[in-house]
């Protein structure tokens, strides 16, 4: 699969968009996750691949995020916000404005993001959260879609070690706790145009992003999983978190972390698994604020997964990924 399918891929990909990419036929690129670490890697795969979408988590409930969903009656909005400034294709100034988040003391929109109110403006005028996002993609003229993983209300909760069940995507992390299942309130239907563009992908990118937060959410919709299984032609890429997460996945390794996803997706999911080479962070204790740690492995493999190590950190913000470093990577994958 990869000597048939990369070979034309290595012939599509040249460089960057704004300079000498110009394909009429380029690889299809579905990213599945939700939060910063979605729009982390959006920001920088847009600039290489041009045909591209990103399926999103729709179990935010805490911030602006939460507050306008709750009050508006409306799907959660702050993940879809934060994809659409990262695929602008102005995004200095997009982000500026999206971004803007009014000062707290404010009695009306008091710690709220101007994108968050405006999406939540534009599903009550068209009575569609999908075509709010279609709306503002194309008026913000962002370098590919952005689907929702579901239009459904749905929550996402976990069940600890200690027997506690707790409900609420900002709830869920309890430094010390260990998670040991992750579920949805109800079985929620998924976005048909998410699974057509997962059903057609030639290459589908699964992460970075909060494990039980961001990503897992996601693949718990069945037939998302499903069909992502199914589309066999495709190359299925993990990007694993550069850190552990602060009251989520203290402790774990990168290995855990495939081993989560394949409680819920099943075994052998996928082709590849990209992992951080570079440790900068090392907590020497908890705290109460629960430990946060650059996690790597000396692993080649993950049952079939092979795992593929780079230097993929930020420097500045060394429990993230850098968006250029990563993009480079996973055209460097792509290409070999």
Known sequence: MRSSFLGWLKGVIYGPISTDFALANSAKVVVIGGGTGLSTLLRGIKNYFYNLAAVVTMTD????????????????????????????????????????????????????????????????????????????????????????????????????????????????????????????????????KALETI????????GPGSLYTSIIPNLLIKEISKTIRANRKALKLYVANCSSERGETEGMTVEDHISEIERVAGKNF???????SKVIKTSRNSSKLGAANNITTDNKNFGKCEIIKADLINEKNPIAHDSEKLAQEIVRLCES
């Open 270 to 276: 996928f082709d590849y698994c990209l992992v951080n």
């Open 199 to 206: 059903r057609s992908a030639d290459i589908i990118i699964v």
């Open 61 to 192: 409930d805490g911030a602006s995020s939460g507050i306008i969903s709750r009050e508006f009656d409306t799907l959660p909005p702050g993940d879809i916000r934060k994809c659409i400034s990262a695929l602008a294709k102005d995004e200095s100034l997009i982000s500026k404005i999206l971004e803007y988040r009014f000062p707290r003391g404010n009695k009306s929109f008091s710690g709220h993001t101007l994108g968050n109110i405006w999406i939540a403006a534009l599903t009550r005028h068209f009575g569609s959260f999908d075509k709010a996002i279609e709306t503002t993609s194309e008026i913000f003229a962002t370098q590919g879609k952005i689907l929702p993983a579901t239009l459904d209300s749905v929550r996402v909760g976990a069940i600890y070690s200690d027997g506690k069940k707790i409900i609420g995507e900002s709830k869920i992390p309890r430094p010390g706790a260990i998670i040991e299942k992750i579920f949805l309130t109800k079985n929620p239907s998924p976005y048909k």
